[in-house]
């Protein structure tokens, strides 16, 4: 059935408490700024309908302070425009503009709500310059009243999230850990069982990783529901850590069982196969306590197994299926622990995210180059309505410029913004023109508000459905001296055209960054990270590590999906960089902490010969340098007397593993940059 059908003639029973709670709100923020006589009541409904996005209601809470600060700030920074070129309207403009682009560039380094908030204060310092052109002497008042009608409808949106069929943040986290969980222990099944899938594998690998970075940013919102909250956002850290932990272990034991399988023993590939069904097996499990019993009777079997006949590279690999099934252990904790916080606390500090300031600067740009276009056709016509033109202009630039794909999302918001100018003219003029009273105003004003939320319910229909939502707003702009002329109307549709039009130019024309760039400084930055593993603390350079693997790995992740099958390659580059990465982090641990001089100085070695060879396998060239200077950290290691036999063997072992990992990647590589060539001749004779 299609998307749109199904969200209008059977909608689920959790869309329509969604709509009608999205439309009490903006009902309640409506009557409130109408009674309080605000000069821009629509503004209280904008700002509730946007909070009401995510109903949970710590994520209300989160996002209506962030939107609050935001404005705060805006208002700060208007003020000071103002106050600086009240008479000068070109600097105030090229100011705002710098100030904007700021704005915009913080948005994409940000996570979470706090990205929101930037948006508003660039909005809201816009909002006061350009209404405050016309009236100089009003810019307190004009701030105040921005404020005031911001903060009313997050008031509004927080006070009906809390009171009327609450979803807890807590219980939409213990949903997202189940799909991280379930989704990471198919993987981890197929990765053990299936040598070159790499489709399969992908899929489960990015339907682990996007529930997975969802978890770790809306984790944070948790701290608004209570004494429990601080214990579900350690939980959701540990979670990401071993997830992440568990997708590198098992990358490196495919690359040993499936390609140099006949280095090792029937008995790993038999431990090795009862573990995939042990996987399998926990992932269709329900509940957690079958899946531990089922996972710690597996971990009994393999410590078990004797290593006196095995060889380093056997006993590395054995190492590496402990260390999976203890990693599943403890993400099957950290569930347990997201629902119930009380019963089980785990100690887990916060990641630090990648951020590409090449990207932001960018977006940044673009948004500033978009908004002064708007901003000079506005100064040439003197038109009152192209502060709508620049409202769109600012708002969009900035919120699609963290998208993955802002063209397409531009254009679903274009289609929106024009299907709500027949519905704003039927419902917002010809039939609220008859209207008396605010029941009246309410019941038909809401109706079409009303419809679009029960799409919004729906994340294909979202994009169509807010942008409906905006434009019936924009373009009715309800308040107590409401103003039903058709030429008004006319003149605010032509506005809504106008800005949405610059912004689809906008991205259009800059689009960003080809994939090839993007490519290299993703790889660029995982090297830089390798690299950077022996100076900091070992908790600081494993937060910094995890943190920003999870986004590269998903944008790796995705790079593939428009390649074909058979030059798919990056995201198993990735994968290589993660296992590289605690590799380095599971020597530093046990190393570390020993007073041998000569040792460390051929651990660094070793490490900056391994992020090299990541560099040039990720360029297809063969590496080299890891197995000399790994000979030489073994011969340390072995004159070391804290350090055992087995201590000796396992690094061996490592050593060995983590030469044919990247021996493996650049023929990967090289593969693929050979299928790319005739492909890109063709592409370009055509």
Not at 330 to 336: T, W
Not at 373 to 398: C, D, I, K, P, R
Not at 538 to 561: C, N, P, T, W
Not at 658 to 670: F, G, N, P
Request: positive net charge.
């Amino acid at each position: 059935m299609s998307p749109w059908l199904q969200a209008y003639l059977t909608p689920s029973s959790e869309a329509v408490k969604f709509a009608i709670k999205a439309t009490l709100a903006m009902l309640l923020a409506l009557y409130a700024a109408l009674w309080c006589d605000l000069e821009r009541p629509y503004w209280a409904l904008i700002s509730a309908a946007f909070l009401q996005i995510r109903p949970m209601s710590g994520m209300v809470i989160e996002k209506g302070i962030s939107q609050i600060s935001g404005t705060l700030v805006g208002c700060g920074i208007g003020i000071a425009i103002m106050a600086l070129f009240a008479q000068n309207p070109i600097p105030a403009l090229v100011t705002l503009t710098l100030w904007i682009m700021l704005c915009t560039y913080g948005s994409s380094l940000l996570r979470n709500n706090a990205s929101y908030g930037c948006i508003m204060g660039a909005v809201t310092a816009m909002l006061i310059v350009v209404i405050g052109a016309g009236q100089p002497d009003g810019i307190f008042s004009i701030a105040v009243a921005r404020l005031s009608e911001l903060s009313l409808g997050a008031v509004c949106a927080t006070l009906v999230s809390a009171l009327l069929w609450p979803i807890k943040v807590g219980d939409h986290l213990g949903r997202q850990a189940d799909e991280v969980v379930n989704q990471a222990f198919q993987h981890a099944a197929q990765r053990l069982t299936d040598a070159d899938d790499l489709g399969d594998l992908q899929r489960t690998l990015t339907g682990s990783l996007e529930p997975l970075t969802q978890l770790e940013t809306d984790s944070q919102a948790a701290r608004y529901e209570g004494p429990e909250g601080p214990g579900r956002i350690r939980a959701s850290h540990v979670l990401t850590r071993r997830t992440l932990r568990l997708m590198a272990t098992l990358h490196a034991l495919q690359q040993l069982i499936h390609h140099y399988g006949d280095r090792l023993s029937p008995t790993i590939h038999r431990l090795a196969g009862e573990i995939a069904e042990g996987f399998r097996e926990s992932a269709e499990a329900h509940g957690v306590a079958p899946a531990q019993r089922r996972l710690h009777a597996l971990r009994h079997r393999v410590k078990d197994c004797p290593e006196a006949s095995l060889s380093p590279l056997e006993q590395r690999c054995l190492q590496g299926l402990r260390e999976a099934l203890g990693h599943a252990v403890v993400m099957l904790d950290a569930r347990d622990a997201i629902t119930r916080p009380g019963q089980m606390r785990l100690r887990g500090v916060a990641l630090a995210w990648h951020r590409d300031h090449l990207v932001a600067g960018f977006n940044a740009l673009r948004a500033g180059l978009i908004f002064g276009l708007l901003a000079s056709f506005w100064l040439a016509t003197a038109w009152n309505n192209g502060q709508v033109a620049m409202l769109l202009g600012t708002l969009f630039s900035a919120f699609f410029a963290t998208r993955d794909n802002p063209v397409v999302i531009c254009m679903m918001f274009t289609k929106g913004m024009l299907a709500a100018i027949p519905s704003a003219f039927l419902f917002g003029h010809v039939l609220l023109a008859q209207a008396s009273g605010f029941p009246m105003l309410a019941m038909i004003f809401l109706t079409p508000l009303f419809l679009g939320l029960l799409g919004v319910a729906n994340p294909r229909l979202m994009g169509y459905c807010l942008a409906f939502i905006i434009g019936n707003i924009l373009l009715t702009m309800p308040g107590n001296g409401m103003d039903f002329s058709f030429d008004s109307f006319i003149n605010r549709a032509i506005a809504v055209i106008i800005g949405l039009s610059a912004v689809v130019t906008g991205f259009r024309l800059l689009p960003g960054f080809g994939s090839a760039l993007r490519k290299r400084r993703l790889v660029g930055a995982i090297t830089g990270d390798l690299r950077r593993l022996t100076t900091p603390s070992i908790h600081e350079a494993e937060s910094r590590f995890v943190g920003g693997m999870a986004d590269r790995l998903l944008h790796l992740a995705k790079h593939d999906d428009v390649l074909p099958e058979d030059q798919r390659h990056l995201f198993t580059l990735g994968l290589t960089g993660l296992d590289i990465g605690y590799a380095c982090l599971q020597m530093r641990r046990r190393l570390d902490d020993l007073p041998d001089e000569a040792l460390h100085r051929a651990k660094r070695r070793f490490f900056d010969a391994l992020a090299q060879a990541y560099a040039d396998s990720a360029r297809g060239h063969s590496p080299e340098g890891v197995e000399a200077a790994g000979e030489t950290l073994i011969a340390a290691v072995g004159r070391h007397p804290a350090l055992t036999e087995r201590h000796h063997a396992l690094l061996a072992g490592l050593v060995e593993r983590l030469a044919l990992s990247l021996e493996r990647q650049a023929q990967r590589a090289q593969a693929s940059r050979h299928q790319v060539g005739p492909l890109a001749d063709t592409a370009e004779a055509r």
